[in-house]
């Protein structure tokens, strides 16, 4: 039996000023997580003069009553699911391939083309080029518009194509085509049931990213019956910060009323924040195990 190492003062010490350093890294994260939260219930009033800073009081839902009072909201809500739906599945057919084809040391001219994707993550075309080309294609004012310009991150299929080499066994594919497969069955039957975790990873990052995009449709799209949500949120908050700093002669009456509009555009901006981001912190614990193991990527060889 082997006996257990016996930590040493300096070890001791190490693990406490870990559990210290850990501890102030939580409170930073999750006191601004909690604030908003309690500032999105609590009465303007408490939150403005400082008296809420954790505890929620004066508890009020009249934030989330303006917000969900708005029919927009709901519309906004659908196109966003469609948009992440979709883009997330178009981002996963367009990267996961092409990765796993940067992959195989077999691929001729693989660098070729790897050097090809690296030069696009240094040079762009712009703003105007892009507009431009997407009004060319006909894709303005359409659910295309804010999804197949970004169809594929660079940098995903960097990270995907490490996890292939170092995950999928060469001798893999060697005994697959040694029994017939095509590239294509071995792909799809032997390499994706293989790759959960980095399948997860992907879609995580590019459906956060489609959920919180709103230039895009700032650009592209005409008609507000095709907006997605965060660009509703934006009018909202837009529309409150307005009504706050609406001009006019300043007496008692007038300054106690613009005092109010201002308490009630920021109650409605801590809403409009809690109800943009619950659906993806909701997610999240659901893929937080696959997340863990794409974070790991690369990092262990043996």
């Not at 391939?97 to 691929?107: E, I, K, W």
């Not at 792909?187 to 895009?216: E, K, T």
């Amino acid at each position: 039996m082997s006996s257990a190492v016996k930590e040493s003062r300096s070890d001791k010490l190490f693990l406490v000023c870990n559990y210290i350093y850990l501890t102030i890294a939580l409170v930073i994260v999750l006191y601004p997580l909690l604030y908003i939260v309690s500032a999105s219930i609590s009465d303007p009033k408490y939150v403005s003069s400082g008296e809420m800073w954790l505890i929620p009081k004066g508890i009020t839902f009249d934030g989330y009553a303006r917000v969900f009072e708005n029919a927009n909201i709901w519309i906004g809500y659908k196109n966003t699911i469609i948009y992440t739906v979709v883009g997330t599945i178009v981002n996963l057919i367009v990267t996961l391939p092409a990765a796993y084809a940067l992959s195989r040391s077999d691929f001729v001219g693989r660098g070729f083309f790897m050097a090809l994707f690296l030069v696009t993550m240094f040079f762009g075309g712009g703003l105007v080029p892009s507009y431009l080309l997407v009004k060319d294609l006909g894709m303005v004012n359409s659910m295309w518009a804010l999804i197949l310009p970004g169809a594929a991150s660079i940098w995903n299929i960097i990270v995907s194509r490490t996890f292939f080499q170092s995950t999928i066994p060469k001798e893999l594919q060697e005994a697959a085509h040694i029994d017939g497969c095509t590239n294509f069955r071995l792909f799809i039957r032997i390499v994706l049931p293989l790759s959960m975790p980095i399948i997860a990873v992907m879609a995580l990052f590019y459906g956060v990213g489609h959920w919180n995009s709103y230039f895009s449709a700032m650009i592209y799209l005409n008609d507000s019956a095709k907006y997605p949500l965060q660009l509703f949120l934006r009018q909202i908050l837009v529309l409150q910060e307005m009504a706050a700093q609406g001009g006019g002669a300043i007496d008692a009456s007038s300054a106690t009323a613009m005092n109010t509009k201002a308490e009630i555009a920021a109650l409605v901006k801590y809403a409009v924040i809690i109800v943009a981001t619950v659906p993806v912190i909701a997610i999240y614990p659901f893929l937080q195990r696959y997340f863990v193991q794409g974070v790991m990527i690369g990092s262990v060889k043996g």
